[in-house]
């Protein structure tokens, strides 16, 4: 876990703490630098804290081999306004239902590169339980629901589009 | 995909009797485009969705497991869209 010192210094942050007009408890980013999952996890302790006694980080990165197939990066794009809208909503409905103290959620976007997190979710709650099952709620939802494309580059340079199931009849979203 | 030639250097509206639709991932990348010019003078999502498959059969299958998005909202098949409006295709979510 961070140290309060290094809580407050990574809070202030570009990216990770609140801009005028946002809550502190749940901040929202689309960003195309890679994300610093530490300073992710500080800013929501640090907004959290004292109460927050559980803090979740989780980072999802891109998979160098899946099921024997190499894969050589991926690249993400979004509607961005509809995106960083969706994340909002999902992210203060997660405030609301587990009862967290702070959320904190980071999709990258273009190129990320193999081993490098695409996405961080952070959640702080009093106790363990809410904010794990925060973060898994969070994530499903954003696989199924929010309007972000990752783009597959195979071990032969061909590129392909990932979009599973279907978005009328009922999510998309998959591994 | 990024800066299109027929994006970046087309008019910011359509003319009238137009509309634009902005396109994403898979579908931008079957169309070429990331923003397609369709005839229109009004109707529901599900006439835009006839006209698009039209034009653009190519996308069909994928087009039928897309949501559509009007004025920044997902849209259900009744929905108006008007000339003008801000409409977006919304294929099958990857992000994660």
């Known amino acids: 876990m961070p140290t309060q010192q290094t809580a407050a210094r990574s809070a202030d942050e570009p990216g990770f703490g609140p801009r005028p007009g946002e809550s502190g408890g749940e901040v929202c980013r689309l960003v195309r630098d890679p994300i610093d999952g530490a300073a992710v996890l500080a800013a929501v302790a640090a907004v959290a804290a004292p109460e927050a006694g559980g803090n979740v980080l989780f980072l999802g990165s891109t998979r160098g081999v899946t099921a024997g197939v190499t894969t050589l990066g991926l690249d993400y794009e979004a509607h961005e306004p509809l995106a960083l809208a969706m994340l909002r909503d999902l992210a203060a409905e997660a405030v609301r239902r587990f009862g967290l103290c702070g959320c904190r959620i980071v999709h990258r976007l273009g190129r990320v590169a193999v081993g490098e997190a695409s996405i961080a979710i952070a959640a702080s709650s009093p106790h363990r339980r809410e904010a794990f099952a925060a973060t898994e709620w969070l994530l499903e939802r954003i696989k199924t629901t929010v309007p972000i494309w990752k783009c597959e580059e195979g071990h032969d340079g061909v590129r392909s589009w990932v979009h599973p199931g279907d978005m009328r009849t009922g999510l998309g979203g998959g591994e | ?96």
Not at chain 2, 6 to 12: I, K, L, Q, R
Not at chain 2, 69 to 83: E, L, M, P, Q
């Open chain 2, 1 to 96: 995909m990024h800066n299109d030639p027929d994006t970046v250097n087309s008019p910011a509206h359509p003319a009238a009797g137009r509309l634009f639709v902005t396109l994403f991932a898979g579908m931008a990348e079957s169309v070429g485009s990331r923003r397609l010019e369709i005839d229109w003078n009004g109707g529901t999502v599900a006439d835009l969705r006839h006209v698009v498959g039209r034009e653009r059969p190519g996308i069909g299958p994928l087009l039928e497991r897309s949501a559509i998005v009007v004025a920044g909202r997902y849209a259900t098949d009744d929905t108006a869209v008007a000339c003008g409006a801000d409409v977006a295709i919304i294929p099958p979510v990857s992000g994660g």
